[in-house]
């Protein structure tokens, strides 16, 4: 499966650490930027994101920011992305399992490494239930 990653300034450092969580899962990342913590806006990031993922339906993507807010209001707004700001492996579960979640987002300043590991490695390995939360996901559009 193909993985998109991207960030901001206050998101880098943990996605740097993300990918090498991912591609010791065996998975294809791609980096999409950016290549320091010098200041950058989200939104740019989400966008380009968002369309790889879109583009590439198959595909997974994930975003870091400070909050994992702003990551997350920004992925949201684009068509076919179901971004989540998970917190915690369980909220990670319950995305991909209830709600076919196509992009994590995860907040920098919010979570330590560890705690980002489980969720990515909870997230990755958890298969949409579909059943009667597929008539749900289909609502969303």
């Not at 907040?107 to 239930?129: C, D, M, N, Y």
């Amino acid at each position: 499966m193909q993985v998109f990653i991207a960030s901001d300034h206050a998101g880098f450092r943990l996605k740097e650490f993300v990918k090498e969580v991912l591609c010791a899962k065996g998975l294809e990342v791609c980096d999409l930027g950016p290549d320091s913590d010098l200041r950058v806006d989200y939104p740019d990031f989400a966008k380009k994101l968002c369309e790889s993922v879109s583009a590439n339906t198959e595909s997974k993507g994930v975003l870091i920011c400070g909050s994992g807010i702003g990551m997350s209001i920004a992925a949201n707004r684009f068509s076919g992305i179901r971004a989540a700001l998970c917190t915690d492996p369980y909220l990670a579960k319950m995305a991909r399992a209830h709600n076919d979640a196509n992009v994590l987002c995860m907040g920098e300043r919010v979570i330590g490494q560890g705690e980002a590991e489980e969720i990515v490695l909870q997230f990755f390995s958890t298969e949409f239930e579909g059943g009667r939360h597929l008539e749900r996901v289909r609502k969303l559009g």
